[in-house]
T-cell receptor
């Protein structure tokens, strides 16, 4: 089944404790992206990757890192999480500039 | 001004009604346009792409007006199952960036 998976789905952590949210797709898509969704602010793009070893900043990259060492994986790293990074995070992938397939989301709470 | 703007609604309509949403964008170089549907904080799912000539998929019709820089979504004969948030997405050519509108919430009532 073609899908995008994210782990964990839910995470509660404390300020400053490094964490990684994994994202994996099995569709051989070149393009992958991370978004955060907050009430009243919609979906905002954090980082995106056009292919392996190619990453670029989206609209809200501060406080986040990504890597794209393999085509299928695009982890999101929070080196020192802060409460303002409490949000719902979505990973997405697509073949080129077309339809994006989204993962189920990761609900992160930073206390 | 936001790059992509949508009327947040909510739109509350009876079953069978026709409802239309608009989405305006500020970047005239934008080339790809989409409508996504999102149910109650679940992942967004593509509803339809928007083509220059307009396109239709069953009860749904999407239009693009480049001169006025907006896209629209028309839903005919609304069903209860159409209740969701509808997100418009705008992408520049050959770029990885995607800009989402904040979404328009539709509730279809019996």
């Amino acid at each position: 089944e073609a899908q995008v998976t994210q782990n964990p789905r839910y995470l509660i952590t404390v300020t400053g404790k490094k964490l990684t949210v994994t994202c994996s797709q099995n569709m051989n898509h070149e393009y992958m992206s991370w978004y955060r969704q907050d009430p009243g602010l919609g979906l905002r793009q954090i980082y995106y990757s056009m292919n392996v070893e190619v990453t670029d900043k989206g609209d809200v990259p501060e406080g986040y890192k990504v890597s794209r060492k393999e085509k299928r994986n695009f982890p999101l790293i929070l080196e020192s999480p802060s409460p303002n990074q409490t949000s719902l995070y979505f990973c997405a992938s697509s073949l080129g500039q077309g339809k994006q397939y989204f993962g189920p989301g990761t609900r992160l709470t930073v206390t | 001004r936001k790059e992509v703007e949508q009327d947040p609604g909510p739109f509350n309509v009876p079953e069978g009604a026709t409802v239309a949403f608009n989405c305006t964008y500020s970047n005239s170089a934008s080339q790809s346009f989409f409508w996504y549907r999102q149910d109650c904080r679940k992942e967004p799912k593509l509803l339809m792409s928007v083509y220059s000539s307009g396109n239709e998929d069953g009860r749904f019709t999407a239009q693009l007006n480049r001169a006025s820089q907006y896209i629209s979504l028309l839903i005919r004969d609304s069903k209860l199952s159409d209740s969701a948030t509808y997100l418009c997405v705008v992408k520049p050519t050959n770029a990885g960036k995607s800009t989402f509108g904040d979404g328009t919430t539709l509730t279809v009532k019996p």
